[in-house]
């Protein structure tokens, strides 16, 4: 699930302690006051991750600035990157081989 997704599944930010805010948009062309509130949420580059206390603050901060971050719960952070550590798990190699295996006639 992307963290997209998991944002637009609308799971109560309330009941979690901890909350995790990845910078999905750019931040060039926003407002000053957005960059500024970003600025002190520590989002500073696109795709960063950072985790912080579910505080009635920083939920204010957080509707600030909604149309460029993605809010995460622990659970669905957890669930996102497990999911992205079992996509980058080696796996085995894929074996091809070009040459017929030898046939054994005896008869001939």
């Known amino acids: 699930m992307s ?3 998991a944002f637009k599944a609308n799971v109560p930010v309330a009941w979690s302690p901890n909350l995790y805010i990845t910078l999905v948009r750019g931040i060039p062309g ?3 006051l957005h960059r500024r ?11 960063r991750t950072v ?3 579910n505080t009635p603050t920083v939920r204010g901060m957080l509707q600030q600035v909604k149309r460029l971050v993605v809010v995460e719960t622990e659970e669905m952070y957890n669930a996102r990157k497990q999911k992205e550590a ?19 006639d005896a008869s001939a």
């Open 30 to 32: 926003t407002r000053r």
């Open 37 to 47: 509130t970003l600025e002190a949420l520590r989002l500073t580059k696109c795709n």
């Open 3 to 5: 963290a997209f997704n």
């Open 51 to 53: 985790m912080r206390w």
């Open 86 to 104: 079992n996509h980058r798990a080696l796996r085995p190699p894929l074996v091809v081989n070009h040459h017929p295996a030898p046939t054994s």
